[in-house]
């Protein structure tokens, strides 16, 4: 088992910026990706960012550019650094981890943007 603690969210003017937390305790062997998700009210979840354990990253079309992911992988934490953030990034952000034949989300985290 995995388990995720995810932090730094909260509300931000448009413009700012936030960085967002993701640490990975339990079983973390095998992670083999992390990665940030985000769910705005009445819409699907999407993908934000990806990295991979080798460090290949992607991202979604509308953060590039203003969003960057990285990992400690040491430390089994995954990182979101969000700028220029716009009112359309307000959503719940969570955290997935994907280990071989498992998927564990965090609990999510509000990231408010106001205009």
């Known amino acids: 088992q995995v388990q995720l603690v995810e932090s730094g969210g909260g509300l931000v003017q448009t413009g700012g910026s936030l960085r967002l937390s993701c640490a990975a305790s339990g079983t973390t062997g095998s992670i083999n990706a992390m990665g940030w998700y985000r769910q705005a009210p009445g819409k699907q979840r999407e993908l934000v960012a990806r990295?991979?354990?080798?460090?290949?990253?992607n991202y979604a079309d509308s953060v590039k550019g203003r969003f960057t992911i990285s990992r400690d992988s040491a430390k089994n934490t995954v990182y979101l650094q969000m700028n220029s953030l716009k009112p359309e990034d307000t959503a719940v952000y969570y955290c997935?981890?994907?280990?071989?034949?498992?998927?564990?989300w965090g609990q999510g985290t509000q990231v408010t943007v106001s205009s």
């Open positions: 997935k981890v994907s280990q071989v034949g498992y998927i564990y």
């Open positions: 990295i991979t354990s080798g460090g290949s990253t």
